[in-house]
């Protein structure tokens, strides 16, 4: 376990931040409203209140406070849908980042613990994957396993697989030759002993940080496929495709437009100032890698 | 650097092969077959279905029809649409200039902002400036750019009116496509008008590409500048009395250049993502688009052969990245 002094060493350098302290007070606000969306939101996101199609936010002429965000083309409240939004949107992150996570820590072990034949498998699937721009590997693998909510988070776990993997192999690359772990090994620990109970925790601090980060990347990448119809499918209210069935009205009634990708916008923001904070709290030799 | 060629093109043989698995694997895992596909809802009776299966060779072992595809891919043949009829190989020729024009300005786009901002951020290192230039960057970096692409459509093009909302040129120009890339057949054709309308097409779609590689570059060019700005050599510039704007220009840049060079080749994977989204936006007759409606349409050679396209150009646009960075920095050529 990790001494209490270590963790009061690293929030205080995480806490040194600014930028981070908002991430992470913002993540913990959005975790809250997620969790909370039930109590949180002032009507159902899918109950259509048909006297009050596109009416305008509050602030607009004409705008109430019954509908602050204003609603959708067929009177849904928008403020609502964003607020179930928050719960998909980061069920998906936590799903995604899940498989890929422990996929990615299994396969990256192997890499570097066994080498050889198994570490060239591994990372040449992983380089064919790689030449694959992130998004054209989401629609691919969505080609397959055909549009929707579920195969959109397997797909956006496949693409992000091959940062842990890679990431992974680095790390045990470097701790396998390690003094505590050649004396582990000569008290006699096995190979899957040494790999996830010695090597494995020993790299976790990068493995936290691309994780926060990949976050991110999952929750845009959702959105995107929402938005071109191959991920989340109405009347879910996930935010990709609430932009996607919003375009038509985008002259009338902008507001339709702008929320759902600001919510977009400032969750992800969330999750990449919470990681670079924690880059930076965790491992300093790993901020010149910030790009 | 013979010997740093050759092992870097031996490497991308078997990376290339492992695409064309992908893409095979692609038409194989899909739900039913293909001659399902061609016969629609009603089925068909099981001699003619045994035929069919014969004659497009899916009765033979997947190993032997894998072989086969292989063989189709190195000679160029890519099946043809489902939907139109033509080649895919030929249909992504002729669309593939439109999203290189529209790439190459997002990302000169990017790289005129982006190296000057991070820049100055390095140089005002935590001032005003530093902060809004890393601020913004951040903001960019995190953007949804189908969101940003609609917010720079509801600004400019509605509510100002200055630019147009969708395509590549107005309708009323009709100039014959030598090249392929809009610009350059408007300058070819000597036509002036045609040539404002096809600028003023492209100007929202680059920004909104363009958005991203420029947060990226920015953040990188600061953090190589601050990197570079410690070391001796700048000090004795400095010392030596030459003019600040020299040495963070000809004396510190050049040093920092080196990653950002890296980080630009890495940004052309990100492109063609970004494009799949900014053409489907703009109705940008480029292969992103092509792709989306492929999908979309369920048309699986293009979606195949779309696929198999793209990686092979972003693997051999790395491929030169990399060789690019060895004749840059001899240290990585013999690593």
Redesign the interface.
């Known amino acids: 376990m990790v001494p209490a002094s270590r963790l009061a060493e690293f929030w205080r350098a995480f806490a040194q931040s600014r930028g981070a302290l908002t991430g992470l007070a913002l993540v913990v606000a959005l975790v809250a409203l997620a969790l909370g969306a039930d109590v949180v939101a002032p009507h159902s996101p899918i109950e259509q209140f048909r006297d009050f199609t596109l009416a305008p936010p509050f602030w607009d002429n004409g705008g109430s406070l019954r509908f602050a965000l204003g609603t959708d083309a067929v009177g849904r409240d928008i403020l609502s849908r964003l607020i179930h939004g928050t719960r998909l949107s980061l069920l998906i992150g936590t799903i995604s980042v899940s498989i890929s996570l422990t996929l990615g820590c299994i396969l990256g072990l192997f890499a570097g613990y066994f080498r050889g034949l198994v570490d060239t498998a591994i990372m040449r699937l992983m380089d064919v994957m790689l030449a694959l721009p992130s998004l054209l590997l989401a629609i691919a693998v969505v080609a397959i396993l055909g549009p929707g909510l579920i195969n959109a988070m397997y797909a956006i776990a496949i693409v992000l697989l091959p940062h842990y993997v890679r990431l992974m192999r680095a790390a045990v690359i470097a701790e396998a030759g390690r003094e505590y772990v050649t004396s582990s090994r000569i008290a006699g620990a096995g190979a899957l002993r040494l790999m996830f109970s010695t090597i494995l925790p020993n790299c976790a601090a990068p493995l936290i940080v691309q994780a926060t980060l990949g976050f991110s990347n999952a929750i845009l990448d959702a959105a995107a496929l929402g938005f071109l119809g191959l991920g989340a499918q109405p009347p879910t209210p996930e935010w990709g495709a609430m932009l996607a069935s919003a375009l038509e009205f985008i002259q009338r009634a902008p507001w339709v437009v702008t929320s759902p990708g600001l919510a977009i916008l400032v969750t992800v923001l969330a999750f990449n100032l919470t990681g670079d904070g924690l880059r930076d709290a965790l491992d300093p030799k790993l901020r010149r890698s910030a790009a | 650097m013979l010997r740093f060629v050759l092992r870097r093109l031996a490497l991308i043989v ?2 290339f092969l ?2 064309t ?2 893409a095979f ?2 038409i194989h ?3 039913g077959d293909p001659v399902e596909n061609v016969s629609g809802e009603r089925g068909m009776d099981p001699a003619r279905r045994a035929r069919l299966m014969h004659e497009f060779g899916l009765d033979r072992p997947l190993a032997v029809q894998y072989a086969s595809y292989v063989g189709q891919v190195l000679r160029g043949d890519l099946g043809s649409s489902l939907t139109t009829h033509e080649s895919v190989a030929h249909e992504f020729a002729t669309l593939f200039p439109a999203t290189v024009e529209l790439a190459t300005f997002a990302l000169l786009f990017a790289l005129a902002v982006g190296l000057p901002a991070g820049v100055i951020a390095a140089v005002k290192r935590n001032t005003p400036a530093d902060y809004a230039v890393m601020g913004v960057s ?2 960019g ?4 750019i ?3 692409a ?2 720079l ?2 600004f400019f093009s ?1 509510h100002l009116g200055w630019t147009p909302v969708s395509g590549r040129i107005a309708v009323q120009y009709d100039v014959p496509a030598l090249t392929g890339f809009m610009l350059l057949d408007t300058l070819l054709a000597g036509d002036a008008a045609a040539f404002r309308s096809a600028l003023s097409h492209l100007v929202l779609p680059t920004i909104a590409l363009g958005t991203i590689p420029l947060a ?1 570059i920015a ?2 060019t600061r ?1 190589a500048m601050l ?1 570079v700005l410690r070391e001796d050599f700048v000090r004795a510039a400095r010392a030596k009395g030459l003019p600040r704007w020299r040495v963070i220009v000809v004396h510190a840049l050049r040093n920092a250049l080196i990653p950002v060079v890296t ?1 630009v080749g890495l940004q052309v ?2 492109l ?3 494009a ?2 900014t053409e ?1 936006i703009f109705s940008w007759p480029g292969v992103g688009n092509w ?2 409606h492929g ?2 349409s369920r048309d ?1 050679p293009v ?1 195949q052969g779309g ?1 198999l396209l ?2 092979a150009i ?2 051999v646009v ?1 491929l030169v990245v990399d060789m690019l960075y060895g004749v840059i920095n001899p240290r990585i050529r013999h690593g």
Do not use: C, D, H, K
Request: glycine share 6%; proline share 6%.
């Open positions: 078997p990376t492992g695409v698995l992908l694997a692609l895992l899909i739900p951040l903001t970096y995190s953007m949804p189908f969101w940003w609609l917010l459509i509801l509605v990226v953040r990188m953090s990197e980080v994977g990100l063609l993502s970004g799949i989204l489907t792709l989306i999908v979309q699986y979606v696929i793209i990686a972003v693997i790395n």
